[in-house]
Nanobody
């Protein structure tokens, strides 16, 4: 079994900061890309940021310069530092990891349970 456990969501005023964490545990041989997605009420889930095993990053245009994704490969953990938060950042944030459970196996997508981020104006 593989689990992704997220933490760090909450309620913050506009202009504030939050840091999300997501730790992968269980039967893991290797982790390829990791990322953060979000889903606001009535909207589709969208990509926020991704990071490869070599720490190459990509961001949704609207979060560039405000959010920073990072990872600690030794801890199988990905982080999302969110600064200058705005009400439009309000959503449930999900972490994603592409994991190979044993050598030679295919990569499989795993998801966290989601953590609520609410930004008040």
């Amino acid at each position: 079994q593989v689990q992704l456990v997220e933490s760090g969501g909450g309620l913050v005023q506009a202009g504030g900061s939050l840091r999300l964490s997501c730790a992968a545990s269980g039967s893991i041989f290797s982790i390829n890309a990791m990322g953060w997605y979000r889903q606001a009420p009535g909207k589709q889930r969208e990509l926020v940021a991704t990071i490869t095993s070599g720490s190459n990053t990509e961001y949704k245009d609207s979060v560039k310069g405000r959010f920073t994704i990072s990872r600690d490969n030794a801890k199988n953990t990905v982080y999302l530092q969110m600064n200058s938060l705005a009400p439009e950042d309000t959503a449930v944030y999900y972490c994603n990891a592409k994991i190979r459970r044993v050598v030679g196996a295919s990569l499989v997508d795993y998801w966290g349970q989601g953590t609520q981020v609410t930004v008040s104006s």
